[in-house]
C-alpha cells in the first residue's frame, strides 16, 4: 500500500546521507514508532483519516448499518414470541429469554453484514474476498462484540455506580475491546494477515458509533 512505499521510498533516500537522509531516517523512525512526537501524531492522524474515508471502509460502515438493522429487527421479533410464551418463559427465565433473542438476531446479523458487505464492494469494484470467510469474520466480529459489550456493562454494574457517562464509557470500551479480540481470533482462524494498529481500530470503531447512531 501506500505506507509501504513511502517506507521503502524514506528508506532509499536515508542510505544516500546528507540532511535529506537525516530527516528520511527521521520519518521512518516515525514510522516505526519511536520517532518524534511530532512526526509520529502526523502519521497516526494522517492513517486514520485514511481509514475513516476510505471507499472500503464507507462499505463496511453500510454493510453495518443492515447488519445492525437486521439484529434489532430479529431481537425483538424473538424476544415478542418467546415472552408471549408461557412455556417458553417457564423454561428460559427473563434472562434466558433475552440471551435466545440475542442469539436469534446475531445468527442473522453476521450473515446480513457479510453479505451486503460483500454485494456492495462487488458493485463498486472492488475485490471481493472469499464470501465463506467473509461469514465466519462476521460471525466473529459481531460475536466479539456482543461478548465485549455485554461483559463491559456487567462489569461497570459492579462498581454500583449510574452516571451515564460512564455507561456510555463502558459501551466505548467493550465495542473497541471486541473490534481488538474479533482480529486477533480471526488472524488465529486464518481470516486474515492483516495487523491492526491503534489508527485502524479507531477507523472501524468510529464506523460502527455512527452506524449504531443512525440505526436507532
Do not use: C, K
Amino acid at each position: 500500500g501506500r505506507e509501504a512505499l513511502a517506507v521503502a521510498a524514506f528508506r532509499l533516500v536515508a542510505e544516500q546521507g546528507g540532511e535529506a537522509a537525516s530527516r528520511a531516517q527521521a520519518q521512518l523512525a516515525a514510522y516505526e514508532g519511536s520517532g518524534g512526537l511530532g512526526a509520529r501524531a502526523e502519521i497516526f492522524t494522517r492513517h486514520l483519516t485514511q481509514e475513516i474515508s476510505s471507499e472500503s471502509g464507507l462499505l463496511s460502515m453500510a454493510a453495518m448499518g443492515v447488519g445492525i438493522g437486521t439484529f434489532r429487527i430479529t431481537q425483538l421479533a424473538a424476544l415478542s414470541r418467546l415472552t408471549a410464551n408461557p412455556g417458553a418463559r417457564s423454561l428460559f427465565g427473563t434472562a434466558g429469554t433475552r440471551l435466545a433473542a440475542g442469539s436469534a438476531g446475531l445468527l442473522l446479523e453476521a450473515p446480513a453484514f457479510a453479505l451486503s458487505s460483500h454485494a456492495l464492494r462487488s458493485s463498486a469494484g472492488l475485490p471481493p474476498g472469499n464470501l465463506g470467510d467473509e461469514v465466519a469474520s462476521a460471525f466473529l466480529l459481531m460475536g466479539s462484540l456482543r461478548a465485549t459489550g455485554a461483559l463491559s456493562q456487567s462489569l461497570y454494574r459492579t462498581t454500583g455506580l449510574r452516571s451515564p457517562l460512564g455507561q456510555n464509557l463502558a459501551h466505548q470500551a467493550g465495542l473497541l475491546g471486541g473490534i481488538y479480540m474479533a482480529h486477533g481470533m480471526e488472524r488465529r482462524a486464518g481470516l486474515t494477515q492483516e495487523n491492526m494498529d491503534l489508527a485502524g481500530a479507531l477507523g472501524r470503531w468510529l464506523h460502527f458509533n455512527v452506524m449504531g447512531s443512525v440505526a436507532q
